[in-house]
Antibody, heavy 123, light 108 residues
């Protein structure tokens, strides 16, 4: 069973960069999965931020693309999110998640989720 | 860009009743890439359905889903107290993931 755990600052100042890391356990991030970030503002729905494939290829939500970078650190078996120039609108619970593409059929659904971490943007 | 619209926004039912949740896509989508999630308060979402109709591990057979093209449905045949939660549909296409806005299934 793949386990994911987010970590990073819970408070970020406006205009600064939000940085989060997702540690993956019991599975190598270098093989067969897609790794993603999803956020959820308080009381609202889910918003996909972006995904990185085990190959390092990235795809981002067009509405956030200019501010987002997702990267892999295979030496630490983790992947990271950077979101620049944050505002109060970026306040949300941030989830990391994994898409299991290790079988013949990849259904592009988020099979595994971290518990989420609340990031508040405030001065 | 595909938009997923879920209805109703809130569904108020009693335990034992049947729940029917809808997810409509703004254009025809592949059933292979339509999923449903269950989210309880304070918890991460949990994959419930993938490939439009396949139940994920750990969910009982009172949960079923179907659909194709632009219209997809999640059905809970007989509601149990633990089924009251928010349900989201999600689609993948052109390397992008999209979520519906969610249906809040609440106890009447």
């Amino acid at each position: 069973q793949v386990q994911l755990q987010e970590s990073g600052p819970g408070l970020v100042k406006p205009s600064e960069t939000l940085s989060l890391t997702c540690a993956v356990s019991d599975y190598s991030i270098s093989t067969d999965y897609h790794w993603g970030w999803i956020r959820q503002p308080p009381g609202k729905g889910l918003e996909w931020i972006g995904t990185i494939y085990h190959s390092g290829t990235t795809y981002y939500n067009p509405s956030l693309k200019s501010r987002v970078t997702i990267s892999l650190d295979t030496s630490k078996n983790q992947f990271s999110l950077k979101l620049t120039s944050v505002t109060a609108a970026d306040t949300a619970v941030y989830y990391c998640a994994g898409v299991d593409c290790s079988t013949i059929s990849c259904y592009e659904a988020f099979d595994y989720w971290g518990q989420g971490t609340l990031v508040t943007v405030s001065s | 860009e595909i938009v997923l619209t879920q209805s109703p926004g809130t569904l108020s039912l009693s335990p034992g009743e049947r729940a029917t949740l809808s997810c409509r896509a703004s254009q025809s989508v592949s059933s292979n890439y339509l999923a449903w999630y269950q989210q309880k308060p304070g918890q991460a979402p949990r994959l419930l359905i993938y490939g439009a109709s396949s139940r994920a591990t750990g969910f009982p057979d009172r949960f079923s889903a179907s659909g194709s093209g632009t219209d997809f449905t999640l059905t809970i045949s007989r509601l149990e107290p633990e089924d009251f939660a928010v349900y989201y549909c999600q689609h993948y296409g052109s390397s992008l993931y999209t979520f519906g806005q969610g249906t809040n299934l609440e106890i009447k």
